[in-house]
Every structure is written in C-alpha cells, then in structure tokens.
C-alpha cells in the first residue's frame, strides 16, 4: 500500500476549507428558509412529486360509460406480459352485447418490470398505466392488485377513468 | 373411386392420384397450399365458399378444387399472380361483414379466417359500407351458442347434421347478406354427436358451452390419446396444460372413427383433472372418533404389505396375519390397461388366491350390448376385450354368481378391487361397496376419485388414461396404445406401479415431463413483426 503524502499548505491548514463549507451550507440554509418554493429536495413522504399523464406507472383498468369494466377478457394482455404477471379469470355476461368478461383480473406488481406492453396489446383501451408510482405495501397481498383496485381506487378520482374505445360508437359507425 | 391411377401435374410437381379424387384431394395429398372453407374430407361437397379456385391448362375460366375431379395429363396451379387476386378478394368478400370480435372470440387462435387472411389475403380493406348485424349468442342448445355475424355460411354444419348424424336440425335461412344459421322451431340441436359441428366450423360461429372462455387456445398444447369413454376408442386429442386437461377432440383414423367423436366421449377430460381427485391414500384410522387418515400411496401400499403379505414365521407363507390365501378375492373392471391386468393377475396368483376367486364387475348388463349406429356403444369400458382376453388366457373367467356365493356362504379376508376410473358409468358402485364392506374384513381399492369413507376400505389414488402407457382394446379387437399426457396427481400410482411395490421392490418413477409445458407456439404473438 502506498500512501500520498501531500506537502503544501492547505492540506497542512485544513480548517479554513472546512469553515468554507459550512458558510457555503448555512448560506443555502437561510435561502431555502426563506424562498421555500425555489428549493430542490421534496420532503418525501409529506411531499410527492406528480409525474405527467403518459409516465408508465401503476395500472389502471378503465371503464364505460355505464361505469362497467371496459375490458372483454381477451387475455391478449397477459399473453404479452414478458413478466407473466397478470391473471385473468373470463366468464359469460348476461348481456349478448358485452358477451365475455373478467370475473378477475389480478396484477403482481412485483413481477411488473412496467414495460408497458399491455397498454400497447390491449384492443381496447382497457388497461392503461397511469402516473401513480408509489408501490409501498405492508405484507405480500398488497402487492397483487386486484380488479377493484385497478379499476376503482381511491385515487382515481371520479369512480374510474373513461375508456376511449366506446362499443356503442363503433356500432354506429358501422364496425 | 377406381384403383385405376392417373397422372397429373399440380403446380409442376407430379402426382399419381385414384381416378375419381377431386383436385382439392390432390392437393391435400401433395401438401401445397389451396385456400377453403366448406370443403371437409368427412362431408360431401358443396361449392359454396369459392375460395379454392385453380387454374388449369386449357380451360379459360378459374375452377374449383373441391368440386372438380382429376383427369388424365391435368396441369393445375394456383401460384399466378391472377389466381391469387381472385382468393384474395373472394376472401376480402367472405369477411366484409365479419365483426371485429377476435378478442372476444373463442376460435381466434385456430381460426381459419385468421390462418387463410394471413396466409392468402394480407389485402387493406376497401369496404366502406355498414356492416350487416345479426343476431349474437343465440342457444342452440344445451351445448353450442351460435354467433351469426362471424358465420361465413360455409353449410359444413348443416351438412354434418343432415348426413352424418342424420337429425336436420340445423338450416340456412333467409337470403342474400341476411342469410344465417339456424334451428327449426322446438328443435334444439340436441343429437349425440353435435359438437363436432363446433370443431368442423373454420370459424367462431359455433362455440361450445362446455369450454367457452375457459381458455384461450394459445395457452394449450395438444397430445394425442384414445376416448375411454366406451368400448368403441375412438383416436382424440386432448388440449391440456398444467391446470389441466380442457377439451377433447377428435383424431382422425379411418378404421375407428373417421374424423368424429360423440358428446358423451368428450366428457372424459374431466376425469384426470385435479378437482375431484383422490389425492392421497386413505387408510382405515384405529381411532373412533373418523373412519380414516390420509398418507402418500407408496407408504399406504408398503403398510398393505406388512399387514396382509409379509412372510409368515413359518418361512415360506405369504398369507399371514389373519389372511389365508383363498380368502383373498379379486375384483376387475374394465378401465384399465391390459399390462396393468398382466401384473396384477400375476401378483394375486402368485401370493394371494386362486384362479377361482379372481372376478370380472360388468357395470350394466341390460344396455350392454347397445349401439347406436354411429360410434357410441353400450359397454362404457374402454377394455373389456382386453380383459376378457386376459382372464381367458388365465382360465380364472367366473360367473358373477359364484362371489356373490363365496361372499354369502363366507367370512372373506380381502377383497381386492381395482375400481373404475369413471365411477359414473358403474351407477351401483355405492351399493356393491356397502355390499362387499358386509361380507369382508378389509377392501383394497384403487380408484381415482374418493369413495365412501369406511373404517374397511383402504384407497389407493390410481393413475388415468391420461396418466399413463399401455394398451387398451377396443369392441373389435383392436389393440391400441396410449402415451401419458401429463400427471396430475403426484401420489396416484397405476396398478403396474402398485404391485412393484406390493412386491417389496423400490418403485423407479420416471420424473414427470413437464408440469409447466411450454406455450405453445402461435405466430399471432409470437411473429410480432409480421403483424
Ligand atoms: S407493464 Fe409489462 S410487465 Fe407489467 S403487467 Fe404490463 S406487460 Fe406485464
Ligand atoms: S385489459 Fe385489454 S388486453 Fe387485457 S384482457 Fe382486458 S381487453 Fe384484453
Ligand atoms: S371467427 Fe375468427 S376472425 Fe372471426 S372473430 Fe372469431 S377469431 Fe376473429
Ligand atoms: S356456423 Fe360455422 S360451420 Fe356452420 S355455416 Fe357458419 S361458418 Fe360454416
Ligand atoms: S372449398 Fe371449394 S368451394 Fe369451398
């Protein structure tokens, strides 16, 4: 092992650099004291950050216009999901118009590596990912996201969010 | 068709064809690439799609296959530039009114449509119309919905009904683009054989009840195997993967069932799934307060071993422990292979009783010899010929009557069952096992869904016919062979299995192949780019 001796002054003379930095640090201290807003750091958890509407966060499942799921169970999404991660459970709905949909549609987000390709699979505009990126949980179940959570959570203000594909537009126009 | 053979060229590859075989055929045979919808080997003709056109030397206009036989010297092709617009737009016309239902569909995946518009049309759409609704998620009946926007009207399925399982009851109605399918009034489509209209429909317009949304296809691999359903054996092939089997389909094989199956054989794929499985042994319990315990099947059989085979202090009986050897009576039914029968017969002659004491369970003697025309048979065994044959051979072929008088005029030690895997068929299973609980100290059987719980019986979890190899033969003699699937049960033993161990011998287990099979592979997710 060798070791650098230094010979000049300053590293001979190290308090006047140290008192340097605590002016510099009791300087920032007193601005950000006084321009709070012009400050860098968030106070995480009091304070988020909201990233914008296209950022690929936790999923949101989307619904009609009647408030019922958008999603028809296709399984399109999990057959792409690189992660495996999405679970769906498809049944016969009463009405001939919907015909199949999900009884339960279940994500680990664990698994998730938020690719992205289940927005991009889906037909119709079922699942999309949404700004929200906080995933803290207390025990392993909260980390499966089940369809009541994607769909209707209480962050999504407003009981969901619209899907744009609408079945009853497409049929008018002739699709 | 004649045995005469003529010569013909199809796109420049010769072939040697039976007179009377229709270019289609020829086609088939050569393995070259021809667009179609209403033409199916097992049915007559139609003509309807217009799909399969060829050219051929010498004639101006465009043929098709389906309906055209072979001549002498005929050169065909489908390869030209004008040929290929013509299926192109003759499939862009099938599918003008066709809705966007792929996501919804159960046939996306091995949907004809999607397999010929990727392979023969690949065209952008020109149509600008509305499309033509009908109506959707009509009930056929108890097993099949139609669907009749995605309906190509190919008549495959009417076809079916009238000349396969002659019942008419489905029709084309109406005309032009408000043609659709349908049923008379009152007449459901309720014949034993429907279902295999849901298989022949190249697309999703016929979906069946029974595995509706259960699966999307592309999540199944598929094995070969045989219907035990009854003693016909008809050649299937079964869609599983590791939660299970979900359907069964027909195999071709000409000799047996051509290409259909009836609705009741479908049903079997039920039988190996994990729901209603025995899971483990169940052996009688001292206790008073339950009649049994559960342990794994090689420990149960090792304790079936000590109690009733170990050799006795006299050195050379193996029947000790209050079990003399004509004590011991054996019970057959016909569900299982004919090696399984070899080893257990063998084993009880060997160790445990005579020829006159093994017995051959016949479940329904009234419609045993029912059949009805087509392919289903009233002996719901899939090896009773197998059986037969084997007790023969052993000479220990005896009457019914004569356990029922062993049982009676004795106290018997063991009665030894090998169960029926499809316990529905043998509607008397309940009473016969209170009846042979009455007159015995302990019953072993092996069966593959739980019985009765009773402080006598002692269950042996057994493997299916999608669990294991071995031969089974059919109403006429036939023998064929089947491959194990996949296994479900971890602990279920087949009856060969189970005497190695009866036998003292250390069980070699072939580690079971794939529990996770593998996706099967599909150019619709897979081939991204292509999309
Ligand atoms: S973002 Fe990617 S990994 Fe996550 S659920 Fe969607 S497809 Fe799967
Ligand atoms: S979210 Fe979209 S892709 Fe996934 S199953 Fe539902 S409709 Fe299909
Ligand atoms: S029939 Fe085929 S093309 Fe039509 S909706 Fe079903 S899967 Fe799609
Ligand atoms: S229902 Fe299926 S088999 Fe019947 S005519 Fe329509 S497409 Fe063909
Ligand atoms: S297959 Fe020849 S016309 Fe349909």
Known sequence: MSRVQRKNSAAVWFLPPILKGLIFTFKKMLSNLSRKNKMLTLNYPEEHYSY??????????????????????????????????IKILASEHESPEVEKYPIAYEIDILRCVFCGFCEEACPVDAIRMGPEWQTAGINGSSFVYDIKYLAKRDSLKGGGVLSRVDDQERHKAGI | MSDKLIKCEINNKEIEVSEGTSIIEAFKKLDQPIAHYCWHPGLSVAGVCRLCM?????????????????????????????????????????????????????????????????????????????????????????????DSERCILCSRCVRF??????THELGIFNRGDKSEIGIFKDKPLENEYAVNTVDICPVGALTSKEFRFKQRVWYLKTADSICTGCSTGCNIEVDYNEEGLFRARPRYNKEINGYWMCDKGREIYRLPNRIGRLWKAKVPSSDSDKSSYSIGSVAALKKIRKLFLEKGSDGDSYSKNGLKADEAILILTAQYTTEEYEDLISFFLQFLGSKESIFYWKNNPENFDDFDGLLLR?????????????????????????????????????????????????????????????????????TAHPLLDSQKVWQIPIKTFFEKEGTIINFAGRAQKIKAVSFFVPSALSLSESVVILRGEELKRSEPPFLKAPRKANHFTYRKKVL
């Open chain 2, 54 to 146: 060829v050219e051929i030397e010498g004639i101006p206009k465009f043929q098709i296959a389906c309906n055209t036989k072979v001549t002498e010297g005929m050169k065909i092709s489908n390869q030209s530039e004008k040929i290929k617009a013509a299926v192109r737009w003759g499939l862009e016309f099938h599918l003008i009114n066709h809705p966007l239902d792929c996501p919804i569909c159960d046939q996306a995946g091995e949907c004809e449509l999607q397999e010929q518009y990727m392979q023969f049309g690949k065209y952008s759409p020109n149509m600008s119309e509305n499309k033509v609704k009908k109506r959707k998620v009509v009930d056929l009946g108890s097993k099949i919905v139609l």
């Open chain 1, 52 to 85: 914008g509407p296209r950022f690929k966060g936790n999923h949101i499942l989307t619904v009609k216009k009647d408030g019922s799921l958008r999603c028809t169970a296709c399984m399109l999404c999990a057959t792409h999901c690189p992660a495996n991660c």
């Open chain 2, 378 to 446: 009233g002996d719901k065994n899939p090896n009773t010929k197998g059986l037969l044959e084997i007790l023969q051979k052993k000479e220990a072929l005896n009457p019914w009557e004569h356990l029922q008088k062993t049982l009676e005029e004795k106290k018997v030690g063991t009665i030894w069952v090998a169960g029926p895997e499809n316990q529905k068929v043998y509607p008397d299973i309940e009473e016969k096992l209170r009846y042979f609980e009455s007159h015995c100290e302990n019953i072993i059987w092996w």
């Open chain 2, 161 to 166: 009904t009238d000349e396969i399982s002659k």
